[in-house]
């Protein structure tokens, strides 16, 4: 029995020394590898000089964008500019007429006795001082303007475009609403 285990343990012990030698020598061949790859300083691991740069890039425009401040003059959400900006409303014959629901002077002509041509409800009154139409009396003709008395009240108004050509200028971004 003796010699069986004699054996037994010649053998555990040879395996053992071959095993010591075989990962010895992975060590040293893994050791050399890594001595290869540090050598070389062009390799960089876990990086990418094109994706830096355009991450980099991307920061610097959201930076940028993040900055800027932004100031409306005009009230964006006002749907009378989008609606009259895609021209639908240039052949509305109501919205027209709601563009000529007060008057509207068209022009003057001077002279010993003063005339204006005003616009109200699609109709064009011919008026002198002293005239009155649908509820308006003329006071005074000037140059490019005429005073009308409503009521009591006094109101000066100044020759303007036609409602159509309003309506035009208005979707063409010409004129302020």
């Known amino acids: 029995m003796k010699t069986y285990s004699q054996l037994f343990w ?18 040293y061949s893994l050791n050399s590898k890594v001595n290869e790859l540090a050598e070389r300083p062009q390799i960089t691991v876990g990086s990418d000089k094109d994706l830096e740069e355009t ?9 940028d964008i993040q900055n800027q401040t932004f100031n409306v003059s005009k009230d964006p959400l006002e749907i009378t500019r989008v609606v009259i900006a895609r021209n639908l409303l240039l052949d509305d014959k109501s919205f027209l007429a709601s563009l000529e629901s007060r008057p509207r002077l068209s ?9 204006a041509i005003v616009r109200l409800r699609s109709k064009n009154h ?9 509820g308006y009396r003329v006071t005074a003709i000037g140059d490019n303007t005429i005073s009308l008395n409503r009521n009591g009240q006094s109101e000066t108004l100044r020759v303007q475009a036609a409602a159509k050509d309003i ?11």
């Open 10 to 27: 010649n053998l555990l012990m040879l395996l053992f020394v071959i095993a010591l030698g075989y990962f010895g020598w992975e060590g």
């Open 55 to 63: 991450v980099d890039r991307m920061e610097n425009t959201l930076a």
């Open 107 to 115: 022009c003057t002509i001077k002279g010993e006795n003063p005339r």
């Open 126 to 134: 011919v008026v002198g001082v002293g005239d009155s139409f649908e």
């Open 167 to 177: 309506a035009k200028r208005l979707a063409e971004g010409q004129l302020d609403w």
